[in-house]
């Protein structure tokens, strides 16, 4: 049973930084492409960033390109997602999901529906 757990989030002033972590159990990482989302109160969770098994493809949302940086490390099972020149509009709760990798197509990396596990979140708040 695939188990991802989130850390790092908390309360920050715009223009500070923030580094998410989220840590797979259960299986083999290097069998997953990873990826963030995000749901602010009121809001559908939207696509934050993608990253490949081996971060061979890495994508971002328009709005987070430039400040934000995906990064996995397959020995520590983890994968980081530090948040530079946060903006009141990132408040939102943060969540990694995990797509167990079948065949060789990434083409729904955007989509909730194509990551099989997904974390419990972890809250980001930022002040202005």
């Known amino acids: 049973q695939v188990q991802l757990v989130e850390s790092g989030g908390g309360l920050v002033q715009a223009g500070g930084s923030l580094r998410l972590s989220c840590v797979l159990s259960?299986?083999?990482?290097?069998?997953?492409?990873m990826g963030w989302f995000r749901q602010a109160p009121g809001k559908a969770r939207e696509f934050v960033s993608y990253?490949?098994?081996?971060?061979?493809?890495?994508v971002y949302a328009d709005s987070v390109k430039g400040r934000f940086t995906i990064s996995r490390d397959n020995a520590k099972s983890t994968v980081l997602l530090q948040m530079n020149k946060l903006r009141p509009e990132d408040t939102a709760a943060y969540y990694c999901?995990?797509?167990?990798?079948?065949?060789?197509?990434?083409?729904?990396?955007?989509?909730?529906?194509?990551?099989?596990?997904w974390g419990q979140g972890t809250q980001v708040t930022v002040s202005s």
């Open positions: 259960g299986r083999n990482f290097r069998s997953y492409n």
């Open positions: 990253i490949g098994w081996n971060s061979g493809r890495i």
């Open positions: 999901a995990a797509h167990q990798i079948l065949t060789y197509d990434t083409t729904d990396y955007y989509r909730e529906g194509w990551y099989n596990y």
